[in-house]
């Protein structure tokens, strides 16, 4: 069993449960619930990753 390092929930990567994800980005591993998902490919992105990478669009976004 893994552990979310977002809310402790503990899962495991069986894929007909869907509890726990890894982010693909940083490996962290979170919950289903914790976790976002990439639009373009629909692969797991954690909080954090996806703070970062909306931050960085919309800091470019200004001119």
Avoid: H, W
């Amino acid at each position: 069993m893994e552990i979310c390092v977002f809310c402790s929930t503990e899962g495991s990567y069986a894929q007909e449960t869907k509890t726990y994800m890894q982010c693909t980005i940083c490996k962290t591993p979170c919950c289903y619930d914790c976790c976002l998902f990439n639009s373009l490919n629909g692969q797991p992105i954690c909080k954090l990753c996806y703070e970062i990478i909306t931050g960085r669009e919309k800091k470019n976004a200004i001119p």
